[in-house]
């Protein structure tokens, strides 16, 4: 194992079944990475659904991916993939942006790729912002069927944007300057 791969459990016990499926899928990773990239796994259970995170802290940069099923088995699989289209869809932006990717091998980085996996915007809106409280904007999103809104809070006069989490409840990002 070339990878420093950190395992921990949150409510579910670590076997060693567990284990040797985490370390075997991510060890098909170690192809983009040097030796002794840490990667950091936490394995858990909230409301029988099997979650797995994964971080891979790299100079300058993050590379994480979150998945979740019934089957932790199945998370570990799309976890895995999650991780290595990150890669390289990102591949490019990590060198010309000089980040440091010295965590990165470097057949990986010199590898050539197509261009078309640059992002690209492809639409851009313009709406009126009336002032509303942050509760309003709820109500609104919830109105159009949508998973985010951005408004001005009428508190504070701020652009802020309200979201729906994963367990239904509801998220308020305000900016910091």
């Not at 194992?1 to 499926?21: C, F, P, V, W, Y």
């Given at each position: 194992?070339?990878?420093?791969?950190?395992?921990?459990?949150?409510?579910?016990?670590?076997?060693?079944?567990?284990?040797?499926?985490v370390e075997d899928k991510l060890s098909k990773l170690e192809k983009y990475f040097n030796e002794d990239t840490p990667c950091n796994v936490t394995l858990s259970v909230e409301k029988e659904r099997q979650k797995m995170e994964v971080t891979i802290p790299m100079k300058g940069h993050i590379i994480r991916a979150e998945q979740q099923s019934d089957d932790m088995y199945v998370t570990i699989d799309l976890v895995e993939d999650v991780i290595e289209a990150q890669l390289k869809k990102y591949r490019k932006k990590l060198v010309d942006m000089h980040q440091n990717a010295e965590s990165l091998r470097k057949e990986f980085v010199e590898e050539d790729i197509a261009d078309d996996e640059d992002i690209r915007i492809v639409r851009a809106k313009k709406f009126g912002m009336k002032p509303m409280f942050p509760e309003d904007a709820c109500v609104q999103m919830e109105l159009l069927g949508h998973n985010f809104f951005v408004f001005s809070n009428a508190q504070t006069g701020e652009v802020n944007v309200v979201y729906k989490r994963k367990d239904k409840s509801y998220g308020l990002i305000e900016p910091e300057f």
């Open positions: 194992m070339l990878m420093r791969i950190t395992i921990s459990g949150k409510n579910l016990e670590i076997t060693q079944g567990l284990r040797d499926a």
